[in-house]
């Protein structure tokens, strides 16, 4: 792109600054966005999950913050799509400090995780066994089930995932990233790991 017509008294660097920024501009106006960044090599809970919540074929995408219940809400986290019955684990280990049915969650579950976060799970189609209020669970444990409960459309099942890093009052955050920095670390953890409380 030459620029040296729009912008004669420019040096060349200067040029190649603003055909950058106008090519940059133009590419998001045209709803392009940058490719997700490949799966990175941390190991702890402040840059990803313990383990991605669901086992097996997935599909997502960047979805938080879409319009819903016709444009009276925004999406509170990432829906992960999945086929019906393929098996959900926790993400963190922690506290089951919610476990209920409502129109809109459907079967939910939520974790008040030991890093402190909170992890919200809707949708399920079932609990696991041994999941009740109260109880502990270790990053990996089976919780449930993908399901299309509540107001998810039955075509369409899911796990809607949901995180609050300042725990349950604290304000959600957008989860995708460290999804996708978890997607490496998934499967079922049948026993809890050494140390574990």
Partial sequence: MNLSPRFPDLSSRVRSVAAGLVVAVALGAAGCVAAPRSAVTTTNAVNGFDRFPVVGPVRYQNDYGFSRGGGSRRHQGVDVMATRGQKVVAIESGTITTRVYSSSCGH????????????????????????????????????????????????????????????????????????RDAERRTGVITRPPTGWR
């Fill in 108 to 179: 939910s579950l939520g974790i008040s995780g030991d890093d402190g976060g909170y992890y919200l799970y809707c949708h399920m189609n079932n609990y696991a066994a041994g999941v009740a209020k109260g109880g502990r669970v270790w990053a990996g444990r089976p919780v449930g089930n993908v399901g299309s409960s509540g107001n998810a459309a039955y075509a369409y099942p899911h796990l809607h995932v949901e995180v609050h890093p300042g725990g349950a009052t604290g304000a959600a955050r957008n989860p995708y990233e460290r999804l």
